[in-house]
């Protein structure tokens, strides 16, 4: 039987563990600005150009419904064309770097070849102040959170998968998502004695080895659509695969909604015992990882822990059943500490004092940037803060809504 380990569930779950803290510091929230920036496609698009705007995309959206609908906070999208120079963008970057409620930046992939330009330092990425990087894009975001948030997303399911001796192949090693779960498998391979198998484009070894290889795990990130297929899988028996390919195809389910496919062939799912599925599995973790870097962040005196996935092999058949997947350590104790260590009137009045403190700017999209609008914050008094979450439904209620509880398909379900 295969099971399918659910990213919506997982992120939900995290959320629930949020929804604390986003009451308790609902003011200081409201005045934390994150900053997307997505190029929009070349003059003629290829069909790769077309699938990877969209992905990014779909991506954007995911991240504005993490961080303004769920927390919150102030969510910019902004938009870039794709023929913008370096010059141009390290403009911009300064401007916004001057907006002092921006407390994150990120810049979707795909990023146009010219601003990704390693041999001359002339890198984008690098231009994201350490403190703003919280997709770990930069050399100094990377030496902060040791990945991207994707690649995190994948290596708590990887740490719940790996054993002594375990044998990985990894696909899409040497790409900005790969060359994170790479990095980690390194630190972890002596200690548990890993064999890992590196694929990529120019790797001596192709997935057309798969079989000899029979890994334990398979870890694909390459975005090229059903990679893994039944020709290259045949009928080996891998204990996990973990899947962050996205492709939004131009075919229709029959909802009339465009059919989300993975690196995974759906007809090969069966071949292992765990998997994650596209879409509902990596997709929403990352959102979940991003939310947790950014509390960490922002409210570091809340020591939130990361979130952990349990062992797969010590997970009880109710889990399985379930679909209860997190350590029970990462949902409840943290909720529980806050509670413990911050009485609410004190905490509400320090978030206050800083929120009165706050003078916001405000620019919603690039061409705000030049006339940016100045917004005093609110100063309403404690009192009436107080009585405003005493009343408010939403501060006693843990009510959370997955995006779209539908998104693991119904014809999927949790186990085939
Ligand atoms: N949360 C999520 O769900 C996320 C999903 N993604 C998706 O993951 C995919 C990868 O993203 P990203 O890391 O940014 O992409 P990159 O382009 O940086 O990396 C792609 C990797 O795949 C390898 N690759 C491509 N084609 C093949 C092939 N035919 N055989 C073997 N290896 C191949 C590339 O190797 P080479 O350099 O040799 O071509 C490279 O190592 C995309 O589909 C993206 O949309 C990404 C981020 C988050
Ligand atoms: N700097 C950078 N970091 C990224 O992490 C990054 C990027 N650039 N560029 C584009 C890719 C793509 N990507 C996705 C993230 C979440 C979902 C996601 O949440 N998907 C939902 C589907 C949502 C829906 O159906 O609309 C799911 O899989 O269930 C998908 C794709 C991040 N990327």
Same mark, same amino acid.
């Given at each position: 039987?295969?099971?399918?380990?659910?990213?919506?569930?997982?992120?939900?779950?995290?959320?629930?563990?949020?929804?604390?803290?986003?009451?308790?510091?609902?003011?200081?929230?409201?005045?934390?600005?994150?900053?997307?920036?997505?190029?929009?496609?070349?003059?003629?698009?290829?069909?790769?150009?077309?699938?990877? =705007?969209?992905?990014?995309?779909?991506?954007?959206?995911?991240?504005?419904?993490?961080?303004?609908?769920?927390?919150?906070?102030?969510?910019?999208?902004?938009?870039?064309?794709?023929?913008?120079?370096?010059?141009?963008?390290?403009?911009?970057?300064?401007?916004?770097?001057?907006?002092?409620?921006?407390?994150?930046?990120?810049?979707? *992939?795909?990023?146009?070849?010219?601003?990704?330009?390693?041999? *001359?330092?002339?890198?984008?990425?690098?231009?994201?102040?350490?403190?703003?990087?919280?997709?770990?894009?930069?050399?100094?975001?990377?030496?902060?959170?040791?990945?991207?948030?994707?690649?995190?997303?994948?290596?708590?399911?990887?740490?719940?998968?790996?054993?002594?001796?375990?044998?990985?192949?990894?696909?899409?090693?040497?790409?900005?998502?790969?060359?994170?779960?790479?990095?980690?498998?390194?630190?972890?391979?002596?200690?548990?004695?890993?064999?890992?198998?590196?694929?990529?484009?120019?790797?001596?070894?192709?997935?057309?080895?798969?079989?000899?290889?029979?890994? *334990?795990?398979?870890?694909?990130?390459?975005?090229?659509?059903?990679?893994?297929?039944?020709?290259?899988?045949?009928?080996?028996?891998?204990?996990?695969?973990?899947?962050?390919?996205?492709?939004?195809?131009?075919?229709?389910?029959?909802?009339?909604?465009?059919?989300?496919?993975?690196?995974?062939?759906?007809?090969?799912?069966?071949?292992?015992?765990?998997?994650?599925?596209?879409?509902?599995?990596?997709?929403?973790?990352?959102?979940?990882?991003?939310?947790?870097?950014?509390?960490?962040?922002?409210?570091?005196?809340?020591?939130?822990?990361?979130?952990?996935?349990?062992?797969?092999?010590?997970?009880?058949?109710?889990?399985?059943?379930?679909?209860? =997947?997190?350590?029970?350590?990462?949902?409840?104790?943290?909720?529980?500490?806050?509670?413990?260590?911050?009485?609410?009137?004190?905490?509400?009045?320090?978030?206050?004092?800083?929120?009165?403190?706050?003078?916001?700017?405000?620019?919603?999209?690039?061409?705000?940037?030049?006339?940016?609008?100045?917004?005093?914050?609110?100063?309403?008094?404690?009192?009436?803060?107080?009585?405003?979450?005493?009343?408010?439904?939403?501060?006693?209620?843990?009510?959370?809504?997955?995006?779209?509880?539908?998104?693991?398909?119904?014809?999927?379900?949790?186990?085939?």
């Amino acid at each position: 039987m295969t099971h399918f380990i659910n990213g919506a569930r997982i992120k939900a779950d995290v959320q629930k563990k949020l929804e604390l803290i986003k009451t308790q510091f609902r003011a200081e929230l409201s005045l934390k600005k994150i900053v997307v920036f997505q190029f929009e496609l070349p003059k003629s698009p290829s069909l790769k150009n077309l699938s990877d =705007y969209q992905a990014a995309n779909t991506s954007t959206n995911q991240k504005q419904k993490i961080f303004k609908d769920f927390l919150g906070c102030e969510f910019d999208r902004i938009d870039l064309p794709w023929d913008m120079t370096f010059d141009e963008f390290a403009n911009l970057m300064t401007e916004v770097d001057k907006i002092d409620t921006v407390c994150g930046i990120i810049i979707q *992939n795909p990023i146009p070849t010219e601003l990704s330009d390693k041999n *001359n330092n002339r890198e984008i990425v690098e231009l994201i102040a350490p403190n703003k990087d919280i997709d770990a894009m930069s050399k100094a975001g990377q030496a902060r959170w040791g990945r991207c948030a994707t690649a995190d997303a994948i290596c708590r399911v990887l740490e719940a998968g790996l054993k002594s001796d375990s044998e990985v192949v990894l696909i899409g090693f040497s790409g900005f998502v790969g060359k994170g779960v790479n990095g980690y498998l390194d630190n972890r391979k002596k200690e548990l004695n890993l064999k890992i198998t590196e694929i990529d484009e120019r790797s001596p070894k192709t997935t057309a080895n798969i079989i000899e290889l029979n890994p *334990n795990i398979i870890v694909s990130a390459t975005g090229k659509l059903e990679i893994l297929n039944t020709d290259n899988l045949q009928d080996i028996q891998p204990e996990l695969g973990i899947d962050c390919g996205f492709v939004i195809t131009d075919r229709l389910d029959n909802r009339g909604k465009n059919i989300i496919l993975g690196d995974i062939q759906k007809e090969a799912r069966d071949r292992f015992d765990f998997i994650t599925p596209v879409p509902g599995g990596i997709g929403p973790m990352e959102m979940a990882v991003l939310a947790e870097r950014f509390i960490i962040k922002e409210f570091p005196e809340l020591q939130l822990k990361p979130w952990q996935l349990t062992k797969l092999n010590e997970l009880s058949s109710e889990d399985l059943r379930t679909g209860n =997947y997190l350590t029970s350590d990462s949902l409840t104790s943290q909720v529980q500490n806050l509670e413990l260590s911050f009485p609410t009137q004190v905490l509400i009045e320090s978030s206050l004092t800083q929120t009165q403190l706050q003078v916001s700017q405000k620019p919603k999209s690039l061409a705000d940037l030049n006339e940016p609008e100045v917004e005093a914050a609110s100063s309403r008094p404690t009192e009436g803060l107080l009585y405003e979450l005493a009343n408010d439904p939403d501060a006693t209620r843990l009510k959370i809504e997955p995006d779209d509880p539908d998104d693991l398909s119904q014809e999927d379900g949790l186990s085939i």
